[in-house]
């Protein structure tokens, strides 16, 4: 690792012979190898969040099969009945899972995934410290920001995968910020690269996790006033400005309708619920409910993740400051260090009235996922708290840091490590995806006033019934969600399989032996419409698990429901491609003034 100081040019501008500027990436990308080493060796830790995503790359990669490159709607989620889960969810890291899971074998996906997703964010970071340390140190601080306890937590214990991505978007956003610019005019200086930059960065965060578009958007807002404070010009915050709405715009393809469809489902679900509201989660929070006791001791261990890494970031910045290796200059590090003041106070029942004030910020539910912004910050002031000016002791401050890096990838595969169960693991879940069984379904994309828990397993694709509400399945005591069997007598007559069921039509065809009410294996929404035997079905009944219901007569009957894009859909596609355009026109003036420079 001796080659960690070497690059394109030094700090101090001194050239590199080229056969060593791979080797910054190439020491990354290993302690990101070495980060997954836990679940190479142990198998895949089922986190938190792991069989969501599992079910969404499964779901993506079989409408991809099917021609469907955005499907909105995803058909395994109760158990086969359907979600709109790919209209609210965001589909960066989906499609991710779903293109690798087309060229590995499923088991590997998840290691792979977030091999990638470390091994971005500490290029990211690396790329951000370059701007005031030393390459040594800059590829130094990207290998620690892989192994902040909060990205380890995140990989082991959560499997957030699209939270991940923050690890790559936030530096780079920093780094936009920070970037002097192109000399010119004031309003060259405003519509540079960094502002096209931005608008990509803002729209890569939305596009992969909302809570990060959340985040990213402020933390631009707060960080563009501190540079632009500390460096006494406009320019940041008006660049800021720019890359925030033409990013928002360029994401609308998935933001408008994401937004006004909420209305068609029960979103609340994702705030409302007490181990998700912001005021039950602030730093070692302790409640007398004895059903937030799970929540309770998830929250003091990730408090303790977060007193951890501001600990470490204020004693970073006291020996950084004694050595007088503060990276870049007071413009450069004095913003960079508000970050962890202001994610401190965000921790705080104190900042309670923020959470209230500002508009989505309880859309995040954790005071604690602002931890995601920590770690590049982390890693770039405690590699200039550790690197020495010395060349001959750098090799020491390397080897001290790689044993910390084993010892901290041995931590992690055994205290954040999650073993899964038999229904969790891979080849369980596949083994249902392949019986046709399906997958439960995500709260809050339940429709409005519809219970996920009433949804029976193992229905068949309709079934008629005298009572249009009459309740499906039947629960058993060990198992609360109900299941479906033709012996219970549910059904007068069912039909089996559905001709046709994925991302954008569904079909069913039967005979009726009386007349009477079609429940059919597909959940309501909007965007469904449906015909019954070539006419419009425009009451699709109000059961309260969701499903569609039909009156049907005596006969044969024919229902098609096909997925209509809705109107907000079509004006956020139009928005994002006139944002698509912008941005195409600004890049093309950036570059023709860089030729003009150079001329």
């Known amino acids: 690792m001796s080659g960690m100081d070497q690059g394109h040019k030094g700090n101090g501008g001194q050239e590199i012979p080229r056969t060593r500027r791979w080797m910054g990436p190439l020491y990354i990308a290993l302690t990101a190898a070495l980060a997954v080493l836990p679940q190479i060796i142990r198998g895949t830790s089922c986190g938190h969040d792991f069989d969501f995503h599992l079910v969404s790359w499964i779901d993506a990669l079989a409408s991809w099969r099917h021609g469907i490159f955005y499907p909105h709607w995803a058909t395994t989620p109760n158990y086969n009945a359907g979600e709109p889960r790919f209209v609210f969810y965001p589909p960066l890291t989906w499609m991710l899972g779903a293109a690798l899971g087309a060229v590995l074998p499923w088991i590997w996906v998840p290691p792979a995934m977030t091999f990638l997703l470390l091994t971005g964010t500490g290029l990211a970071t690396r790329a951000l410290a370059r701007q005031a340390l030393p390459l040594g140190a800059a590829t130094l601080a990207g ?134 509201k912001i005021q039950n989660s602030f730093l070692f929070g302790h409640h007398a409910d004895p059903q937030l006791a799970l929540h309770d001791a998830e929250l003091h261990r990730v408090s303790w993740i977060a007193t951890g890494m501001l600990l470490a970031i204020a004693v970073a910045l006291l020996l950084a400051w004694r050595r007088r290796a503060l990276p870049g200059g007071r413009t450069w590090w004095l913003p960079l260090a508000l970050i962890p003041a202001a994610v401190l106070v965000l921790q705080l029942p104190l900042s309670l009235p923020l959470w209230d004030l500002l508009p989505k910020m309880r859309f995040l539910q954790f005071p604690w996922r602002w931890l995601v912004v920590l770690t590049a910050p982390l890693g770039i002031f405690l590699a200039a708290a550790m690197w020495p000016a010395e060349r001959a002791r750098r090799n020491l401050v390397i080897g001290v840091s790689a044993l910390g890096f084993v010892g901290l990838a041995v931590f992690a595969g055994r205290t954040f490590f999650e073993a899964c169960d038999q229904y969790d693991a891979i080849p369980g879940m596949l083994e249902d995806y392949h019986a046709g069984d399906g997958f439960q379904g995500t709260d809050e994309y339940a429709p409005a006033r519809a219970d996920n828990s009433l949804v029976a397993s193992n229905l068949p694709a309709g079934c008629l019934v005298h009572d249009p509400k009459q309740q499906l399945g039947k629960s058993s005591p060990d198992d609360a969600q109900p299941s479906w069997a033709a012996k219970q007598g549910s059904c007068v007559t069912a039909i089996a399989e559905p001709a046709r069921a994925d991302a954008r039509h569904w079909s069913a065809r039967g005979q009726m032996p009386a007349p009477g009410y079609l429940v059919l294996r597909l959940r309501r929404y909007p965007a469904w419409d449906v015909t019954l035997n070539g006419r419009h079905a425009t009451d699709l009944g109000s059961r309260e698990d969701g499903l569609i219901v039909l009156p049907v007569s005596a006969g044969p009957v024919a229902i098609d429901a096909d997925w209509q894009s809705t109107p907000d859909a079509t004006r956020g596609r139009w928005i994002s491609l006139g944002a698509a355009a912008l941005l195409l026109a600004l890049c093309a003036l950036t570059r023709r003034r860089s030729r003009a420079r150079i001329k």
């Open 143 to 276: 290998c620690i920001a892989i192994f902040s306890g909060y990205t380890l937590y995140s990989v082991y214990e959560r499997s957030a995968f699209a939270e991940l991505a923050g690890g790559i978007w936030i530096p780079l956003l920093l780094l936009l910020v920070l970037r002097q610019g192109e000399q010119g005019n004031f309003w060259a200086r405003i519509f540079d690269s960094s502002a096209a930059g931005l608008t990509l960065v803002i729209a890569a965060s939305w596009l992969s996790n909302a809570p990060l578009g959340v985040m990213a958007c402020y933390l631009l807002a707060a960080f563009a006033v501190a540079v632009s404070a500390t460096r006494r010009t406009c320019v940041p915050v008006l660049r800021a400005f720019f890359g925030a709405t033409v990013g928002l715009a360029l994401a609308a393809f998935y933001l408008l309708p994401a937004a006004a469809e909420q209305k068609w489902v029960d979103i609340r679900q994702a705030t409302e619920d007490p181990g998700e």
